[in-house]
């Protein structure tokens, strides 16, 4: 067959052209396959994905109750065994400056008790400020009624 002036193989040429296309088409489905089977690990990938989350964050709830549950525990016992000892030696330190003891003989005298020494010293600087805040330290021959209150004996 004559096409522009130029004798070409028609026939020939359509059939190479079917061939290519029928291989091109073969390549588009094997590939289009193999998308297949990656679209479906990646949805089982993000599915498993998704069940560890799930499972993260009932361990991060239950880590949080938890947490809560120890902090109300702490608070509790901050609150039962701590702030009343704190309490009484606060007394403690405030009835002997009012009796006009020097603090270094409160804090030997507390230290001599067990109390850490770091704890006796904030205790005593701070009872010191407060009564001295308020003017309630008394001189040390002001107070002269703890000699009269000691001879005094309660009977049953």
Do not use: C
């Not at 006796?120 to 002269?144: E, G, N, Q």
């Amino acid at each position: 067959m004559y096409v522009f002036g130029i004798d070409l193989p028609v026939p020939e040429i359509l059939l190479v052209m079917v061939i290519i296309f029928i291989i091109a088409l073969i390549f588009i489905f094997v590939q289009m396959r193999n998308i297949t089977y990656h679209i479906g690990v990646l949805e089982k990938t993000t599915f498993q994905i998704k069940q560890y989350e799930d499972q993260e964050q009932d361990e991060v709830r239950r880590l949080e109750t938890d947490m809560t549950k120890l902090e109300s525990d702490e608070a509790q016992m901050f609150v039962t065994k701590i702030v009343p000892t704190v309490s009484k030696l606060e007394n403690y330190v405030t009835v002997e400056l009012m009796k006009g003891k020097a603090p270094d003989d409160i804090k030997a005298a507390i230290v001599k008790k067990g109390i850490s020494d770091e704890l006796a010293t904030r205790v005593i600087s701070s009872m010191t400020y407060y009564l001295d805040f308020f003017h309630k330290l008394p001189d040390k021959h002001w107070d002269k009624h703890v000699d009269a209150v000691s001879g005094i004996k309660i009977q049953k």
